[in-house]
């Protein structure tokens, strides 16, 4: 990982997961090769948080200084379900010879690795209350968001977006940038696929000599190093935070980041959903204000994952699941609403079908819906996407530094992110719910 952290909060959180995973990790370098290749993952849910030293009235000790505070400008609770789970549950799973590699706090339970030898002692335990066989399958799956084209663009001033131009002032960022809100002060967690290369490309020099890269982490593959993964996430943050007055402004080019890879191009599986609410408990420990997740899931390798269209109803999915509790912590929470417009799908994909997620459709550069844009409405008959941004013909960075265009709902996500960024940093003051009211009206 290179040019990444260097800052107090950087240290702080990553002492924080450190803390909840470290017992992981010791189980991870115990076992032996040849029990890692027959295990299989699966996720399993505890009755209850029995033998748990933490309590709701000793926040601090599980979530950071800024979680808190977000929480109680908010009138946000600490509840029962932020405390993490037992670990003498943890210890019970590993005594079968079963392999936890993560916990999840909300949903109260674990992604663990086991045999089929091995399986039934962990059905056998009491304080079970479900598990899924398995939690995902592996199998080829094609790459995305191939379009590049080379650019040169002029210097200019410091809130000259260049090429940007259009996209920003659609949204009104532009005028946003005059005023000096460029989401300094705002912390933004991108959950994507990796972030190729965005540690060496110029668009982001200032993103790391100034040290607002807060944090990173692969739950795909546990651990920190995301810049040498896939590129979508990358393009994705270049349309928040890439900075080069004249040629290229993002839309919050003053905020700071936490990168977190949830997305395995190789395959689509559940998995992916559960490393989503990883993510997303991380980032709320943290103390992000704003995920933006350009990110769904709807069909899967495993057709018997599948989701079905009148699934989108805002709770049954996974990953639509975590995006709310998320949302319950007093992040806002924004997500592309999908691809699938022009398709069989049609509608909004996972999680964008939540009630409290800010779905982002796509328009091309006059405005007009783009045929790929997933549709609404929600299967209980909500309106979806929230809201449009350009998504076709979107300006941003290609790996390579140069600047070109890709489209999808992914890059008009972002757009709606930084917007909100600016806003949130002008009017501290709001919640994460009437922020997302003021921006959908």
């Not at 007055?245 to 395995?264: H, I, K, N, Q, V």
């Not at 819906?369 to 997933?374: E, G, K, V």
Request: charged letters at 15%; aromatic letters at 10%; proline letters at 6%.
């Amino acid at each position: 990982m290179k040019r990444c952290g260097g800052s107090l909060l950087y240290a702080t959180v990553t002492g924080y997961l450190a803390r909840l995973v470290m017992p992981v990790v010791l189980a991870l370098c115990l076992l032996a090769p040849a029990m890692v290749k027959a295990q299989q993952p699966y996720l399993v849910f505890f009755k209850d948080k029995a033998g748990s030293s933490f309590t709701t009235d000793r926040a601090e000790a599980f979530l950071s200084a800024r979680a808190i505070a977000r929480r109680q400008r908010q009138g946000i609770v600490v509840s029962a379900r932020d405390l993490p789970v037992s670990p003498h549950y943890l210890e019970q799973i590993a005594a079968t010879g079963a392999r936890v590699q993560y916990t999840t706090r909300w949903l109260n339970g674990a992604l663990v690795y086991a045999t089929p030898e091995q399986l039934p002692q962990l059905l056998a335990l009491p304080f079970l209350r479900q598990a899924n066989f398995p939690a995902g399958t592996l199998s080829p799956k094609a790459y995305y968001h191939k379009y590049m084209a080379p650019a040169f663009q002029p210097a200019g001033t410091a809130t000259d977006p260049g090429r940007a131009a259009g996209q920003l002032s659609m949204l009104g960022i532009t005028d946003m940038f005059e005023k000096g809100y460029r989401g300094q002060g705002i912390i933004i967690a991108v959950f994507d696929s990796g972030f190729f290369r965005a540690d060496q490309l110029p668009g982001f020099d200032s993103l790391f000599s100034q040290n607002r890269v807060l944090a990173t982490y692969d739950f795909v593959s546990n651990e920190t190093a995301v810049f040498d993964n896939h590129r979508h996430g990358m393009q994705v943050l270049s349309v928040l935070a890439a900075n080069q007055p004249g040629e290229l402004l993002g839309s919050a080019p003053g905020a700071s980041y936490m990168l977190f890879r949830t997305e395995d191009v190789r395959n689509e599986s559940r998995l992916e959903e559960f490393y989503w609410l990883l993510a997303a408990e991380y980032a709320d420990s943290a103390g992000v204000d704003i995920i933006n997740s350009s990110l769904g899931y709807n069909l899967f390798d495993a057709p018997a994952d599948d989701y079905r269209p009148e699934d989108l109803n805002g709770g049954t999915a996974l990953v639509t699941i975590a995006a709310e509790l998320a949302a319950a912590t007093g992040m806002l929470v924004v997500n592309s609403a999908g691809n699938e417009g022009n398709g069989l799908w049609l509608g909004v994909v996972p999680p964008a079908d939540g009630d409290s997620v800010l779905a982002v459709g796509a328009v091309d550069r006059e405005g007009l819906l783009a045929r790929f844009s997933s549709l609404g409405p929600t299967a209980d008959g909500r309106i979806k996407p929230d809201l449009a941004a350009q998504g076709a013909g979107t300006v941003l960075l290609s790996p390579d530094g140069r600047i070109t265009t890709s489209s999808g709902t992914s890059f008009s996500a972002p757009l709606v992110t930084g917007l909100a960024a600016g806003i949130w940093q002008a009017f501290p003051q709001l919640s994460a719910m009437q922020l997302l009211q003021i921006l959908k009206e």
